[in-house]
């Protein structure tokens, strides 16, 4: 079975630019996730779709942060404008059902100069 | 809000050594538990999952994690760790506080097992 896959693996950029990431989930997966890990946390929950639809938004700055999955399967998550406080190591993560073991992307680390 | 607490950050241990890494969450009710782990450059992983029945769940590798109710804890253990187990470790619970179930990590703890 394919894992979850993420792109970019890394990406630099200046505060106040833009930076998009993407994820496609496990095939037939039908929750996905999106999370936040700052160097020496654990990683923390922006946003998970069940489907296309947006079941948990509670903790995504809204200001600076959007994602969409539209059809249901791949997912971006967009920063603009990026701060300092944004580098960190953006995680996909997808699950059959909200309930059931999440299987991780490899992640993409960004870095803000 | 559930949260989820790791005693250790950094743990160093000789091969052999038995290892135990400790977990807390913070209130009870249903539970859903989980150990994740991550290798040096790969992804998290899923170690072992508590959902119900026996509070000793077995995972992969030789690992073991025991849930006790009345403290609140989910620690982790293996008999003897070998230097492949050096890794980061997290402990996360699924919070079902709101609508859907959320899962909440701890902070994570660095394992570097010398050969």
């Known amino acids: 079975e394919a894992g979850v896959a993420q792109s970019p693996r890394y990406k630099i950029i200046e505060k106040r630019q833009s930076v998009a990431f993407w994820c496609n989930p496990i095939?037939?997966?039908?929750?996905l996730y999106w999370y936040q890990q700052i160097l020496g946390q654990g990683p923390k929950l922006l946003i998970q779709?069940?489907?296309?639809?947006?079941?948990?938004d509670s903790q995504l700055p809204k200001d600076r942060f959007s994602a969409e999955r539209l059809k249901g399967v791949d997912s971006t998550l967009k920063i603009q404008p990026a701060k300092l406080e944004d580098s960190a190591v953006y995680l996909c993560?997808?699950?059959?059902?909200?309930?059931?073991?999440?299987?991780f992307g490899d992640g993409t680390r960004l870095s803000i100069l | 809000a559930q949260s989820v607490s790791q005693h250790n950050h950094h743990v160093i241990l000789s091969e052999a050594a038995s290892l135990e890494l400790g977990c807390n969450y913070s209130?009870?009710?249903?539970?859903?538990l989980f150990w994740y782990v991550q290798y040096p450059g790969q992804h998290l992983q899923l170690l072992l999952k508590?959902?119900?029945?026996?509070?000793l769940v077995k995972g992969i590798k030789g690992f073991e994690a025991e849930f006790i109710k009345s403290k609140f804890s989910f620690n982790l253990r293996k008999p003897s760790v070998q230097w492949s187990d050096t890794a980061e470790y997290f402990c996360?619970?699924?919070?079902?506080?709101?609508?859907?179930?959320?899962?909440?990590f701890g902070q994570g703890t660095t394992l570097q097992v010398k050969p």
């Open positions: 993560a997808s699950s059959i059902q909200g309930n059931q073991p999440q299987h």
């Open positions: 095939s037939g997966h039908a929750t």
């Open positions: 779709f069940q489907n296309n639809g947006v079941v948990d």
């Open positions: 209130y009870g009710g249903t539970v859903n």
């Open positions: 508590y959902f119900s029945g026996d509070p």
């Open positions: 996360a619970v699924l919070d079902f506080s709101g609508n859907t179930g959320k899962l909440i």
